[in-house]
C-alpha cells in the first residue's frame, strides 16, 4: 500500500495484453477530485487519465479514477483478482463474440464495468448527483441523474475494454466527451468513421463514404448492450446500473436510422463547404 488511501495491485496479468498491468483504484470513498499525480505512482506519463466523481450529496462519493494506456487505449488500472462470477465470457456471452474462452477466460467489456457494478446498490436511476469529470484538457461539472452519470462512464469503458466489437469506438475514448448529446454523439462517431477511412484510402486499401460499416458497428454494440444489461441485472439489486446500459443503448440502437434517414438535418453546418466548390 503506498501513502493515502490509494490501494495498489501490482503485477496482474490481463487476460487481454500480454504485458503487465498495475491495477490501481481509490479505496476511499473521497469528495476530492483532482487528478491523480500518476509521476508519483511511478506510471507512464504518456497514459491518458480520467476521473469521474460522483457526489451523490449527505456525504456520499463515489470517486472513479481510470488510466488508459497511450497507445491501446484501454483501460489497465481495473482490480483483476476475485472478479465476480458475472464477468466471465461464457455467462451471457453475445451470439456474435469472437473471443474464446479458454483464452479470455472474462468479457473484457464485464471486466471494465466490474469496476462500477455494484457500486451503485444503494441509489436509484432517477437519483441526483453533482457529477465532475476531470481529464488533463478539461473538467465537466453538472447536475444529473445518477443513470446518466453512470451511462456515460459505461460508453468509455466500453470502448477502452478490448472487446473487439467497441474497439472502434477507441478514438472516441482517447478524445472523451463526457456527458455527450445525442446529437454530439451523431457528430463524433460520424466524424471518427470518416477520420478512419481517410487512413484506409492513404494506405491504399479499401473505405467506405457510405456509412455502411458503422451501421454495422453500431447494430453490433446493440448486441453487446442487451447481454451486458442481462449481466447487469444479475449483479445488482437497484435499477440505476442497468438503466444506465439501457440509456447507453437508445442511442446505439438508433445510430443506424439516424445514417439512413437523418445526417441531412446537419448538413447545412457545412455550407461553407459548398460555396467554395
Not at 450529496?57 to 494506456?69: A, K, M, S, T, Y
Request: some cysteine; aromatic content about 8%; charged content about 25%.
Amino acid at each position: 500500500m503506498q501513502g493515502g488511501n490509494d490501494v495498489v495491485y501490482p503485477g496482474v496479468i490481463s487476460t487481454l495484453l500480454p504485458t503487465q498491468r498495475m491495477c490501481r483504484y481509490r479505496a476511499d470513498r473521497s469528495p476530492a477530485c483532482n487528478l491523480v499525480d500518476m509521476s508519483k505512482a511511478g506510471l507512464n506519463m504518456d497514459d491518458i487519465k480520467i476521473r469521474y466523481c460522483f457526489n451523490l450529496g449527505q456525504e456520499r462519493h463515489e470517486v472513479f479514477d481510470l488510466q488508459l494506456d497511450g497507445r491501446s487505449l484501454e483501460v489497465i488500472n481495473i482490480p483483476c483478482r476475485n472478479l465476480p462470477p458475472w464477468t466471465r465470457l461464457e455467462f451471457h456471452q453475445c451470439s456474435h463474440c469472437p473471443l474464446d474462452s479458454e483464452a479470455y477466460p472474462d468479457c473484457p467489456v464485464a471486466v471494465n464495468l466490474a469496476l462500477v457494478i455494484g457500486r451503485f446498490d444503494h441509489v436509484f436511476s432517477h437519483d441526483k448527483v453533482d457529477l465532475e469529470v476531470i481529464t488533463d484538457e478539461r473538467h465537466v461539472s453538472l447536475h444529473t441523474t445518477v443513470q446518466r452519470g453512470i451511462s456515460s462512464l459505461l460508453g468509455l469503458l466500453f470502448a477502452a475494454s478490448g472487446c473487439p466489437h467497441t474497439a472502434y469506438l477507441k478514438p472516441m475514448a482517447r478524445f472523451h466527451l463526457p456527458l455527450a448529446s445525442k446529437e454530439d454523439t451523431i457528430f463524433r462517431a460520424a466524424g471518427m468513421y470518416f477520420l478512419g477511412q481517410y487512413f484506409l484510402r492513404k494506405a491504399g486499401k479499401k473505405n467506405d463514404l457510405e456509412l455502411d460499416g458503422l451501421k454495422k458497428i453500431y447494430a453490433n454494440l446493440h448486441l453487446i448492450n442487451k447481454k451486458i444489461a442481462e449481466r447487469v441485472r444479475s449483479a445488482t439489486q437497484t435499477d440505476s446500473s442497468v438503466n444506465a446500459v439501457i440509456l447507453l443503448d437508445m442511442i446505439t440502437h438508433l445510430m443506424p436510422f439516424i445514417i439512413e434517414d437523418h445526417l441531412d438535418e446537419i448538413r447545412h453546418l457545412f455550407t461553407p463547404y459548398f460555396l467554395d466548390t
